[in-house]
């Protein structure tokens, strides 16, 4: 549940649900909460001064997170449920959803572990996200199948899940949980039970494992020798660093909630090196929207986190968020719809035990906040629902009150997506004022067609694929082909083990195109041989991966 629809439905009811029961239930706080309400508010005047025009699953993920930490918190003294029976229905979803999981990566041509992690593009899996929703579960199911055997099947089978995933940041959360886990237990015998459970279940995904066609050396990925293991690691310390640099330059407020694959291109060298985030919480937020909006996060995660440890009695749960945030310092999966509500849901469940006060002015004031969340939420809905179902101009005019909204991703997209758009040029131009350094290269082409707006563009954009192909199809210059045959080469290599998912992507069409224009430049018959020959590389590459992947979603 990554795509706009689960992140737009799920806002609506949690503020929805949050606005009913504030209105008629009395909400007890702690000193965490104020942490929490300083990170909304900065977080969210970090849309007012965004440079990027992008930001709903933010939106979603961090302010539908905090009031459901609060909601979660509050539900337990009005609403009498049975703790037992909860965690009973949340385990046994838990062992639904691996062997559902299980099923999907014998029968598809999937190498690890995804269950039900597909996003907008049904290439896409997301093992990585799978094993943070399983790092929430596991560790409390572990201590009960410790002392309740009828457990331990299941925890078996979502522990298999778990190793299925070959998530090696997860894999180092877990030792870390583990580590806490048995220094809660004390007792030897609980101990050696969690030991032999967890050898067991290893055992049998070694089993699982050998029986998938598609499965990957496994010793490539963890020991070296795997290309996208191994790009997937040496990215890490560049994403930092460009989140680093990002943050020096727009300190305050960032550049706006979901900016940063827009703006990071710019501080990188290697062609390649980009993603949606910088792989850790921390920087995303301080690169994004700011340092006081990265500050007031840590305040308030860290502070419900030492709180639980002293007053909590569901400490097993909280090893499970303990573990999930380790694994949020190298990568970043709280933007799912599932994880963000169960991560949140599970700190404000934490934090029920300690001290808390009635505050006669926070009612009105959460109220307010869910009330605005929620007018916010429908709009982007009705935006959404109005321009997916019916993408005509007459519909693209009518929202151009949208402008004037702080998070307008859908309308952006939507707008640059629709042929029709093409010919209004000065809205065009009223979106270039606004947003110029990330206005897509193809609609200044169209558009603003001058060097004052291109050149400036492709200056920035320069590890963005589509900004070297219109680069090429405007210097036209010879002495670029020898040194883009190389980019070209590396480019193969990645998309021979389907790197981040590149055959889901628009890059091999344009890397296509690529071949084709520098085709048309070189007067050279060996590079010219030379090009041919990766472009029939790359094509039949290109191709393999294609019918891998639609052999199991057509």
Known sequence: MLNMTSHLIATILVFSIATLFFIFNKTKFNFCDLFALLFLLFFNLSFYFTTVPYGFKEFSTFNAGIITYILARN??????????????FFNLAAGAFVIYGIYDLLSGPLDRFASVFKGDESY???????????????FPLLATSVKNKKWIPITIVVLIGFWLTLSRGAFIAFVAGILLLLFYQKKLKQ????????????IFAIGVYRFDDNSISLQGRFLGGDISAMQSLDERPLLFKGALDIIKDNYLFGIGPGGFSDVNPRYQENFFVNSEHPHNIFLKLASESGIFTMIFF?????????????????????IGVIAVLLHSLIDYNLNFVYIYLLFFGQLGYLSKD???????????VLISITVIFLFISILEFRGYYILKTNPTTQNLLELRHWYNLPIKQIYFQQILENKNYIPFSPYALEFQSRYSNHFPINMLLYHLGTP????????????????LLYYIKIYKSPKDVAELTSVLATYNSLLKVNSHNMVATLNPQTFLAIYDELLKL???PKVTTKLLDLKNEFTETYNLEKRKFNCRFK
């Not at 300690?354 to 009105?364: E, S, T, V």
Request: charged share 20%.
């Open 75 to 88: 539900l337990d003294f009005k609403i009498n449920f049975k703790s037992k029976r909860l965690f009973y």
């Open 298 to 318: 840590s305040f308030f995660i860290f502070s419900v986190i030492f709180e639980a440890f002293k007053t909590s009695k569901n400490r097993y749960i909280l």
């Open 191 to 202: 101990n050696l039970k969690s030991f032999v459970i967890i050898c067991l279940s290893v």
């Open 354 to 364: 300690a001290k808390l006060k009635n505050i006669n002015f926070a009612r009105p």
């Open 124 to 138: 896409t899996s997301y093992p990585n996200a799978a094993a943070d929703l399983i790092l929430l579960f596991i």
């Open 452 to 467: 004052k707006y291109i050149h400036p563009a492709l200056k920035l954009e320069k590890n963005n694929p589509e900004a």
């Open 522 to 524: 070189t007067p050279d």
